[in-house]
């Protein structure tokens, strides 16, 4: 790809992960890390081609999972909260399954949403739900009777 960069890699449960750190970590991350998912994708097909057992190859450039992760939390959270508020579902996406995990994980321990995924293929939606609990109002009250 013409891009000048160092790769550090380590085992950690069964994985191998790939630290990549050069002078074009946008362009090898991409729109949304799709270019790195798309990389990622490259070096499994690759790798696991020659060895007998299995192994995922996890791709990094720069932290840019952990701040991805950090940043759709955030916005779960975020989104979420306005459920609760408005007593309206949220749908977000398309996201791939990874960021979908997320969204799903930082809503799953508050009991008052439900998340779900919609959709058919590799990029879905995730609508977050409010639970119908007291103190939230669910009904229209500008509805004439």
């Given at each position: 790809?013409?891009?000048?960069?160092?790769?550090?890699?380590?085992?950690?449960?069964?994985?191998?992960?790939?630290?990549?750190?050069?002078?074009?970590?946008?362009?090898?991350?991409?729109?949304?890390?799709?270019?790195?998912?798309?990389?990622q994708m490259l070096?499994?097909?690759?790798?696991?081609?020659?060895?007998?057992?299995?192994?995922?190859?996890?791709?990094?450039?720069?932290?840019?999972?952990?701040?991805?992760?950090?940043?759709?939390?955030?916005?779960?959270?975020?989104?979420?909260?306005?459920?609760?508020?408005?007593?309206?579902?949220?749908?977000?996406?398309?996201?791939?399954?990874?960021?979908?995990?997320?969204?799903?994980?930082?809503?799953?321990?508050?009991?008052?949403?439900?998340?779900?995924?919609?959709?058919?293929?590799?990029?879905?939606?995730?609508?977050?739900?409010?639970?119908?609990?007291?103190?939230y109002r669910t009904?229209?009250?500008?509805?004439?009777?």
């Open positions: 790809m013409g891009a000048k960069t160092e790769v550090e890699g380590f085992l950690k449960e069964g994985n191998l992960y790939l630290d990549i750190k050069g002078d074009q970590e946008g362009f090898l991350i991409g729109k949304h890390g799709r270019t790195l998912e798309s990389l070096v499994n097909r690759m790798v696991n081609k020659r060895l007998k057992n299995a192994l995922r190859v996890v791709l990094d450039i720069d932290d840019y999972r952990k701040r991805r992760t950090d940043s759709m939390a955030q916005m779960a959270l975020r989104l979420g909260d306005k459920a609760k508020r408005t007593g309206h579902s949220q749908t977000v996406g398309p996201f791939n399954a990874y960021d979908r995990r997320i969204i799903h994980l930082a809503l799953k321990e508050d009991p008052s949403l439900n998340t779900e995924s919609l959709g058919e293929g590799e990029l879905k939606k995730v609508r977050i739900i409010p639970t119908k609990k007291e103190g009904e229209n009250p500008f509805r004439l009777k």
